[in-house]
């Protein structure tokens, strides 16, 4: 791979990242910035032309982004995280792939241990959030076989982690925002939850554990894997 493609696909992803930060679906971005929606899936891809500057200017301005830093493929994609790189990459990646079915399995097994969990906090707005809330511990390979089903009900869903802190040895404390767009069977869903509506809006507080203990990670920059998760939901906010 040149180094000219290799420099496009960091570009592409850079702009999917900010997409799901800010909740965009391609087909309103590209409305938006004036685009067709293949040309704007063929930049995602890494598959863009470098001579399509106008293209790129029109994205970063369109993501509140200056055209320079949507080029510089040095900088975090998601900063302001944890602060630690690796760390802050494999929470985003986890959020990133957690609705993606096979492929979201195939993404995280290598960011999951043998043994990883999750398990959910007693909520009475459970039911929103999955088509069935199993409140007791389930595998990874479970769990996002229960978020895509859930995804399947939806024209897109974006999980963004917005803010995390270091706590305890091994513990990451993460505020989640998830997106669920134009509900395709708002009469199936759970009477707490308002029946018309383009986007759902679910905030969860997460407890996350990993492998590593905090001390290797900042002395060592030793690499951690996602041991175990518990979520409880903070409230669900909707817009029509």
């Known amino acids: 791979m040149s180094e000219k493609h290799q420099r496009l696909i960091l570009i592409g992803a850079r702009i999917k990242a900010k997409l799901l930060a800010q909740f965009y679906?391609?087909?309103?971005?590209?409305?938006?910035?004036?685009?067709?929606?293949?040309?704007?899936?063929?930049?995602?891809?890494?598959?863009?032309?470098?001579?399509?500057?106008?293209?790129?200017?029109?994205?970063?301005?369109?993501?509140?982004?200056?055209?320079?830093?949507?080029?510089?493929?040095?900088l975090p994609l998601y900063p302001g995280l944890t602060g630690?790189?690796?760390?802050?990459?494999?929470?985003?990646a986890f959020c990133l792939h957690l609705h993606g079915g096979g492929s979201g399995?195939?993404?995280l097994t290598p960011l999951a241990c043998d043994e990883y969990r999750l398990s959910y906090l007693q909520s009475n707005v459970a039911q929103p959030l999955h088509a069935t809330?199993?409140?007791?511990?389930?595998?990874?390979?479970?769990?996002?076989?229960?978020?895509?089903?859930?995804?399947?009900?939806?024209?897109?869903?974006?999980?963004?982690?917005?803010?995390?802190?270091?706590?305890?040895?091994?513990?990451?404390?993460?505020?989640v925002r998830t997106a669920f767009a134009q509900t395709k069977n708002a009469a199936e869903i759970a009477t707490?939850?308002?029946?018309?509506?383009?986007?759902?809006?679910?905030?969860?507080?997460?407890?996350?554990?990993?492998d590593t203990t905090w001390h290797d990670i900042i002395d060592h920059a030793a690499p951690a894997k996602v041991l175990k998760r518990a979520i409880g939901i903070l409230g669900i906010r909707t817009t029509l």
Do not use: C
């Open 105 to 107: 399995l195939a993404a």
């Open 133 to 175: 809330p199993p409140l007791q511990p389930v595998t990874l390979a479970e769990e996002i076989a229960i978020n895509h089903k859930e995804a399947a009900n939806h024209a897109s869903v974006a999980m963004v982690p917005l803010q995390a802190w270091p706590q305890d040895d091994q513990t990451v404390v993460t505020y």
């Open 25 to 74: 679906n391609q087909e309103s971005f590209a409305d938006k910035v004036g685009v067709t929606t293949a040309k704007l899936s063929r930049v995602i891809a890494g598959l863009g032309d470098t001579l399509d500057i106008v293209v790129y200017e029109r994205i970063a301005a369109a993501l509140g982004m200056e055209f320079t830093d949507l080029l510089d493929t040095d």
């Open 84 to 92: 630690y790189d690796h760390v802050d990459e494999l929470i985003t």
């Open 192 to 210: 707490a939850v308002p029946r018309r509506f383009e986007t759902r809006y679910v905030s969860t507080i997460e407890i996350w554990t990993l």
